[in-house]
């Protein structure tokens, strides 16, 4: 009883501290990284909101594990060292300390295991409802964003570093023409590629696709609050891999409609009924 007690909190110590030193030196700013960061940026979609959570337990679990290792290493070291200990052991094996150290790292994984699917699900699951689609191509060294059920694209650029100072954002992650989605709707993005491997990531969406040539792959989120939330492209995709920053702009309803109206008039395409060449025309050999 006496143990389980000390367990239990020391358990809440290092819990209450580590997750406190975490939340003070992680990035204060929404959507982009700070100097010295430690832990994730701000969670502002479900699933951020889980992996964070996954983050920190297994944080805490590891911590313990290590601090039980290194007393033991301490014990060793004390109890057993050549003057302590002048006449040494010759017990050669145990069979309680062999079963416990195979059951309880299995153990160990187990616990660790469940909650790693459970994310692994919402991360792949859609949700049944999904209220905005986008599909992103990624091209070296940019992106194209098409909103499919508004009839529009357009392509996002990196600002030049006297853009960005000009515009207030940070330079490598601001982009001419952000990602605009509503808040509290679900997302789906759809990812590809049209030359080499690429990748789509926003930290704090919790997000990471890779972006194949010639096959779609899809992920969601939910964000929860207006702001701009900044990524990168992550997969080395050559010489301008630096420069190919992301940045999605979660705006509320009404603001985002506005948006959309505007973004029609503005990305709208020509219309694909339109003929360059009168078919019936016949052309002499």
């Not at 990035?27 to 964070?52: D, H």
């Not at 964003?145 to 009839?151: F, K, R």
């Amino acid at each position: 009883m006496l143990a389980r007690n000390i367990l239990t909190g020391a358990t809440a110590l290092v819990t209450s501290v580590v997750v406190s030193v975490t939340e003070v030196l992680a990035n204060p700013q929404t959507g982009q990284p700070a100097e010295w960061q430690l832990g994730f940026q701000r969670a502002v979609t479900p699933v951020m909101e889980s992996i964070n959570t996954l983050h920190n337990y297994v944080l805490i679990l590891i911590t313990l594990i290590s601090l039980f290792i290194l007393a033991l290493l301490i014990f060793v070291a004390v109890r057993f060292n050549a003057k302590s200990n002048p006449n040494p052991s010759q017990v050669t094996h145990n069979t309680v300390i062999e079963v416990l150290w195979t059951v309880v790292p299995i153990l160990i994984l187990v616990v660790m295991a469940i909650p790693s699917f459970k994310l692994l699900y919402l991360q792949d699951t859609f949700p049944e409802h999904v209220d905005l689609n986008i599909k992103a191509t990624a091209y070296q060294w940019f992106w194209t964003y098409e909103y499919p059920d508004e009839g529009f694209e357009f392509d996002a650029f990196k600002l030049e570093a006297e853009e960005a100072e000009e515009v207030g954002e940070p330079y490598l992650l601001a982009v001419d023409t952000k990602v605009v989605v509503p808040v509290g709707k679900v997302v789906r993005v759809q990812v590809t590629s049209a030359d080499v491997i690429h990748a789509w990531a926003v930290p704090a969406l919790g997000v990471k696709m890779d972006a194949y040539p010639g096959r779609l792959n899809e992920l969601w989120f939910q964000v929860n609050e207006p702001g701009v939330y900044y990524g990168q492209c992550s997969e080395l995709c050559g010489q301008g891999h630096a420069f190919m920053p992301i940045a999605v702009e979660a705006m509320l309803e009404a603001e985002y409609e506005v948006w959309l109206n505007e973004a029609r008039e503005e990305y709208a395409r020509i219309g694909e009924n339109i003929r360059v060449a009168d078919s019936n025309l016949s052309v002499a050999k």
